[in-house]
């Protein structure tokens, strides 16, 4: 007896409404929990494939248009839903409507050329592209760093490279399709005689039929696969950008290869450091007396410290640059500059001598000649 399916709303514990951000925060909790990496329980692997097969779907406008609309009977075989969302089928031409093909006619209401899906290639079919996404600290994106990532997807069988036949002998034709993987079907209504184009149901769609099974997977075609992969993260990487993993994805159809899967990077915010494309800022506090004087100071870069000349007379919140200390790009390796933005530190607790030398100070700085607040004093 077959299984009923769960609504897919309920797999991942929402309700019919709920955003897109709603969708990939239930599904990223509970792929975690259920991943069979991480849960050892028997029921976990089916779980999991649930939870992805719902998120697959709902994550998509159009699939989920038509689960909306139709339930699960929109993605069965043989459904007459196939991909259009069209409960009359793919094909809907009529006798009885002399040269008019009723396709044409419904495809203004159902959204596209049913006659076109009606020729569409039943070969092999790259599967669906996957994204996983990932924190690294901020040195790590700034100076690269190999990471592992648990994955599951579908390899395609090594011993029937995804046809599911024994030996190449054993892939046929199909005889009721003819390797269209489409049949036509008529039927008497009031208006006349109708053909119905469908998905063939002996070769579900393929075009192809197995005479004996591969017997390393079983006629499937695949393999579940749950390994930890190791990525490179390049020196240089921002947040959002993506690194691609061929071959990792969704499973391909009829023999065809998996799609690809793109790992995302989240960079974690540094407390010393703060980047601007490849230019890295970060501040440096001084003493006034530093600043008059001018010093030689250590500092910290992304890629280690270096000794500072600083110049005589910089002023509070001056910005002195590093040429070529800054992150370098993650295509030409250029590197950016790294800006220091000086603070200066007012000198708390003075000791009587300390305050009376600065009242000297400021004593000499207004007699100088040619001062502005000279200007100002009382004759």
């Not at 509970?30 to 697959?56: G, R, T, V």
């Not at 008019?100 to 006619?105: E, H």
């Not at 250590?298 to 110049?311: K, L, R, S």
């Not at 030398?357 to 009382?378: I, M, V, Y």
């Amino acid at each position: 007896m077959a299984t009923t399916k769960r609504d897919y709303y309920e797999v991942l514990g929402l309700k019919k409404g709920a955003s897109k951000d709603e969708i990939t925060k239930a599904y990223r909790s509970l792929a975690k929990k259920y991943h069979p990496d991480i849960n050892k329980s028997p029921d976990a692997p089916q779980k999991f494939e649930e939870i992805q097969e719902a998120y697959d779907v709902l994550k998509d406008d159009n699939k989920r248009a038509q689960y909306d609309r139709f339930g699960h009977a929109a993605f069965e075989q043989g459904s007459g839903m196939g991909g259009g969302g069209n409960p009359f089928g793919n094909g809907f031409a009529s006798g009885g409507f002399g040269d008019v093909d009723l396709g044409d006619i419904f495809s203004s209401f159902f959204g596209g050329g049913m006659g076109g899906r009606r020729r569409a290639s039943s070969g092999p079919r790259k599967g669906e592209d996957t994204l996983y996404r990932v924190k690294v600290s901020f040195m790590d994106a700034v100076n690269g760093k190999k990471i592992t990532i648990p994955v599951t997807y579908d390899e395609p069988c090594s011993h029937c490279h995804g046809t599911g036949a024994e030996s190449p002998s054993d892939l046929q034709t199909c005889p009721d399709c003819g390797g269209t993987g489409r049949v036509r079907t008529r039927q008497q209504t009031i208006f006349g005689v109708m053909e119905q184009e469908t998905t063939c149901p002996r070769c579900h769609g393929t075009g192809k039929t197995v005479r004996t099974a591969c017997h390393a997977c079983g006629g499937a075609g695949y393999t579940r696969v749950h390994k930890d992969l190791e990525v490179q993260i390049p020196a240089g990487i921002a947040s959002g950008q993506q690194i691609r993993v061929q071959g990792r994805g969704g499973r391909g159809s009829g023999g065809g290869p998996n799609g690809d899967l793109y790992v995302e990077v989240s960079v974690e915010p540094s407390a010393e450091f703060t980047r601007e494309g490849n230019d890295v800022h970060s501040n440096i506090e001084l003493s006034f007396v530093d600043c008059a004087l001018g010093c030689s100071r250590e500092v910290n870069t992304v890629y280690g410290p270096v000794e500072v000349a600083i110049p005589e007379g910089t002023a509070p919140d001056q910005v002195l640059k590093l040429r070529g200390k800054g992150i370098k790009d993650l295509r030409s390796g250029k590197p950016g500059d790294h800006y220091l933005h000086v603070k200066v530190k007012t000198p708390t607790n003075l000791t009587a001598k300390q305050k009376q030398l600065l009242r000297d100070f400021q004593a000499e700085e207004e007699a100088k000649p040619g001062k502005w607040w000279g200007r100002f004093k009382k004759s």
